[in-house]
């Protein structure tokens, strides 16, 4: 059983477009995570659920959306893409807030063109 | 400013070679430091947490030890399935969210 899944895996399109992200965990746990990997690897939190509440909203264009319909769900909206939003995108979600344990999907590649 | 550092940002060791990787950081107050591995095209993989000065956790050939200032990742006679970028994370008392290094990778050759 997969613990924190994303789909979809690669994401391609053009600038301008809209696009969505999903993410699915079964491991009950209350806090769910997107963060952003850029090409040199480093990872940087954008947003940070707790029971399908906002606690952290990074400096992140309003471009993008989190929607958490639940707590086992966390999907990014992004609108208007741009170049510079080529990146790995990755899922995450922790028992709690003091969560340093993280469990990690396996990431979704967006290119834009 | 919380700020996490690691080094080196690349290491190349022949199988069996002993080293160590470091992770120095400056947090107002430790909620607790945490070791991650990552494969390519993988997400990170949780390995250890690290709550104090003086504490170590071990696991197969890894083991993480933590001072005040830097915690360190020592590999002992490393593998070549222990090649993978190792990522070193901090958690403040004062946030809620964990301050990420910018990872080492580390590379064994048989």
């Known amino acids: 059983d997969t613990a924190v899944s994303q789909t979809p895996k690669y994401l391609v399109t053009q600038m301008g477009n809209d696009k969505s992200i999903k993410c699915e965990q079964n491991?009950?746990?209350?806090?769910m995570y997107w963060y952003k990997q850029d090409s040199k690897k480093f990872l940087k939190i954008m947003f940070s659920y707790n029971n399908k509440e906002l606690i952290i909203n990074e400096t992140v264009p309003n471009r993008f959306s989190p929607k958490s319909p639940d707590k086992a769900h966390l999907n990014l909206h992004i609108n208007s893409l741009e170049l510079g939003d080529s990146a790995v995108y990755f899922c995450?979600?922790?028992?709690?807030?003091?969560?340093?344990?993280?469990?990690f999907g396996p990431g979704t590649r967006l290119t834009v063109l | 400013e919380d700020q996490v550092t690691q080094s080196p940002e690349a290491l190349r060791l022949q199988e069996g070679e002993s080293s160590s990787l470091n992770c120095s950081y400056t947090v107002s107050g430790l909620r607790g430091l945490f070791w991650y591995r990552q494969d390519p095209g993988k997400g990170p993989e949780f390995l250890f947490t690290?709550?104090?000065?003086?504490e170590e956790k071990e696991k197969e050939r890894l083991k993480a030890t933590l001072t005040k200032k830097e915690s360190f990742l020592h590999i002992t006679a490393p593998k070549p399935e222990d090649s993978a970028t190792y990522l070193c994370?901090?958690?403040?008392?004062?946030?809620?969210?964990?301050?990420w290094g910018a990872g080492t990778k580390l590379i064994i050759k048989p």
């Open positions: 994370a901090v958690g403040a008392d004062s946030n809620y969210q964990l301050i």
């Open positions: 995450a979600s922790s028992q709690d807030l003091s969560g340093g344990e993280q469990f």
């Open positions: 491991l009950g746990h209350d806090t």
């Open positions: 690290l709550y104090s000065a003086g």
